[in-house]
C-alpha cells in the first residue's frame, strides 16, 4: 500500500505544480495550430503574379521604412527577411513584429499586419520571459508531465491488476 499511496501523493503534487504552466502551453500550441487559418494571429501570405525575386536590398529596406506603423528606422529595426519565390513575395519582420509582405519584382507593399504568432511562440517556449526559460521551465513541465503520465497509467491499471490477482486466487 505505500508504493500505491506514494504514486497517488506524486500523481497529485506534479499535476497542481505544472497546472498553470501546462495550461499556457496548451493554449498557445492551440493558438500556434490555428496561426495560418486566422488571419489575427498570423498575417495570411500575399501572392504576386511574378515569382522571381529581382528587387535589391536598398529597394527592399526603403518600401519597408515608408510604412509608418512598423516604425523601421534602418536594418537594425529589422529581425528578418523571408524570401517565398513560389509566391513572388518578400516578408519583412520587424522586431516590433510588424510584418511587411512586398511583391518580389516590383516592391509594391502587398500586405502590412501585425504579426501576434511569434509573440504567442514565445509565450509558448517560456523564452517571452527569458531565453533559456524553455530550459529551466518548460523542460521540467514536458518531465513531469511524463510522470503524471505514467503514474497515471499505473493509477488507471492497479485496480485491474488486484482484480485479476484475485479472481486467479479463486
Known amino acids: 500500500m505505500k ?8 500523481h497529485k503534487w506534479f499535476s497542481i505544480s505544472i497546472a498553470l504552466p501546462f495550461m499556457i502551453i496548451l493554449v498557445t500550441g492551440i493558438l500556434l495550430l490555428l496561426k495560418k487559418e486566422v488571419p489575427y494571429i498570423q498575417p495570411p501570405s500575399a501572392k504576386s503574379s511574378n515569382a522571381l525575386p529581382s528587387i535589391s536590398f536598398e529597394l527592399i529596406l526603403k518600401q519597408s521604412m ?5 516604425g523601421i528606422v534602418g ?12 509566391k513572388g513575395i518578400i516578408k519583412v519582420r520587424t ?12 516592391a509594391k507593399v502587398l500586405v502590412v499586419a501585425y504579426r501576434r504568432s ?33 503514474t497515471g497509467i499505473i493509477l488507471f491499471a ?7 490477482k484475485i479472481k486467479k486466487s479463486i
Do not use: C, F, M
Not at 522586431?95 to 516590383?106: F, K, M, V, Y
Not at 492497479?158 to 485479476?164: A, E, F, N, V
Open 3 to 10: 508504493i500505491n499511496r506514494l504514486n497517488r501523493t506524486l
Open 75 to 86: 536594418w537594425s529595426s529589422i529581425d528578418r527577411l523571408d524570401v517565398r519565390p513560389n
Open 118 to 150: 511569434d509573440i504567442i511562440e514565445k509565450i509558448h517556449d517560456g523564452t517571452y520571459w527569458q531565453d533559456s526559460a524553455n530550459l529551466w521551465l518548460t523542460l521540467p513541465v514536458a518531465i513531469l508531465l511524463l510522470l503524471i503520465t505514467i
Open 95 to 106: 522586431n516590433t513584429h510588424w510584418e511587411i509582405q512586398l511583391d518580389a519584382s516590383t
Open 66 to 70: 515608408s510604412v509608418k506603423e512598423a
Open 158 to 164: 492497479l485496480p485491474y491488476i488486484k482484480r485479476s
